[in-house]
């Protein structure tokens, strides 16, 4: 379907930080297709800054969906808001009941979105899900729906930092005592979800191994709510750490691994910034697995993880482990974590 020469296209996603990410090739290869096309995004407001600065996009919108646009109320006013724009079509990557109608009511008149959407029926074209692909292949099998195929498609990640970021970020790092010839190789060990997240203890011990081995600083992320958290395994470590928690801004997480040669961390949002930023990456899976779409997208990575027979639990994870043994993260040992940082930092990378 060709949506003419300068169509107005809305791209849906208001789902979590690593879905967004693995969304942008989607408006590299929707501008490749209609250069004149006025394209906006519609995220969760808390991600809308990550994307602000993306030459490709005309327009970032957020639904605040949990807080002061809830319930229906919420949904009546922003599509109201939307239907203003008045968009010819919009792409939701999204599988929501609450995102199809909503995208309903506003009334834009081509709606594309997955076929295993729980609002199908809101949706004029669905496009079937296929489970074996990654993320980004699946969110970029919905564009040849509105015309956008061959050499338009781009599978290139895509978080372009805004002006001042790199400064800003040198600043945090001086102010730690962080010199700008050293090495940093960042730590994340969180996770939205318990079951995704490897023993802190653990993650100690590999940060003192790595930081002791590799001559390098070590840098601890993770948000605001995590701060004491990161406190709390900075005791655990031998070595005096730099604890960034809650210290940067999504545009600043990300000029923050620009300057690390690696990220360690659980299946989690900053695996898939890094993997944007063309950070080299060892990820440790546990209740989930790559094989669900949502390991780092690229090359420069390495995925730490044991075969466990009820691999995966689920599409995210849960609290605590559903059969009480956590045998996905337990029996992944730190020496398995540090050979694969080994790798990474000296390329000389081995067989996942």
Not at 176 to 195: H, I, R, Y
Not at 268 to 276: D, L, Q, V
Not at 317 to 338: A, K, S
Request: some cysteine; aromatic content about 6%.
């Amino acid at each position: 379907m060709d949506l003419g020469s300068s169509p107005r296209i809305l791209f849906w996603q208001t789902a979590y930080l690593g879905d967004v990410v693995l969304s942008t090739p989607v408006f590299c290869s929707v501008k490749k297709r209609y250069p004149d096309a006025y394209l906006a995004a519609c995220v969760r407001p808390e991600l809308a800054g990550l994307l602000t600065p993306n030459p490709d996009l005309d327009e970032v919108l957020s639904f605040d969906k949990r807080g002061a646009q809830r319930g229906l109320a919420g949904i009546r006013s922003l599509a109201a808001r939307i239907d203003e724009k008045r968009f010819d079509a919009v792409v939701s990557a999204h599988r929501s009941f609450r995102s199809a109608l909503l995208l309903r009511t506003a009334g834009i008149p081509v709606r594309v979105g997955f076929a295993d959407s729980a609002g199908r029926m809101f949706y004029t074209r669905a496009v079937k899900r296929v489970r074996s692909d990654h993320e980004v292949r699946r969110v970029l099998s919905l564009l040849p729906t509105v015309g956008i195929n061959g050499g338009s498609i781009s599978e290139k990640l895509s978080l372009p930092l805004a002006e001042g970021t790199s400064e800003k970020v040198t600043d945090l790092l001086r102010s730690e005592g962080v010199g700008q010839d050293e090495t940093l190789v960042a730590v994340n060990p969180f996770s939205a979800w318990n079951t995704k997240r490897w023993p802190a203890e653990r993650f100690a011990r590999a940060a003192d191994r790595i930081a002791s081995d590799h001559k390098v600083r070590v840098v601890i992320l993770g948000s605001t709510a995590e701060r004491a958290q990161a406190d709390r395994l900075l005791l655990a470590c031998e070595i005096g750490h730099v604890n960034l928690a809650g210290r940067t801004n999504l545009q600043e997480l990300a000029g923050l691994l620009d300057r690390c040669a690696l990220l360690v961390t659980n299946d989690s949002g900053p695996m898939h910034i890094a993997a944007a930023r063309g950070v080299p990456v060892v990820a440790v899976f546990g209740s989930t697995t790559p094989a669900l779409g949502y390991g780092p997208f690229g090359k420069r990575a390495e995925v730490v993880q044991k075969p466990v027979f009820c691999r995966p639990c689920g599409p995210h994870g849960y609290r605590e482990c559903p059969l009480g043994h956590f045998r996905c993260m337990n029996e992944i040992t730190v020496d398995e974590v540090c050979r694969a940082a080994h790798r990474m930092l000296t390329g000389k990378r081995g067989a996942r």
